[in-house]
């Protein structure tokens, strides 16, 4: 799992900026983190919104770079 942050003033390498932060349901502009952490399933509780597709495919490219899984052709 990713952590979404409203800090939008510090990006970090692996960070992506939600361009369509509305449109996933945030209140505000947020950015979500290249730090992933893993979670319980039991420590969901509900669903707050969804990441839009342009933003996920640019999250999932950044995700692989910071984690060496860039796709080579």
């Given at each position: 799992?990713?952590?979404?942050?409203?800090?939008?003033?510090?990006?970090?390498?692996?960070?992506?900026?939600?361009?369509?932060?509305?449109?996933?349901?945030?209140?505000?502009?947020?950015?979500?983190?290249?730090?992933?952490?893993?979670?319980?399933?039991?420590?969901?509780?509900?669903?707050?919104g969804s990441?839009?597709?342009?933003?996920?495919?640019t999250i999932?490219?950044?995700?692989?770079?910071?984690?060496?899984?860039?796709?080579?052709?």
């Amino acid at each position: 799992m990713a952590a979404v942050t409203s800090n939008v003033k510090r990006i970090l390498f692996g960070d992506h900026l939600l361009i369509d932060w509305k449109g996933a349901g945030l209140l505000f502009p947020s950015v979500v983190t290249g730090i992933l952490r893993t979670v319980k399933g039991t420590m969901i509780h509900r669903k707050l919104g969804s990441v839009p597709k342009q933003d996920m495919m640019t999250i999932e490219m950044s995700l692989r770079k910071v984690l060496g899984l860039e796709r080579r052709t």
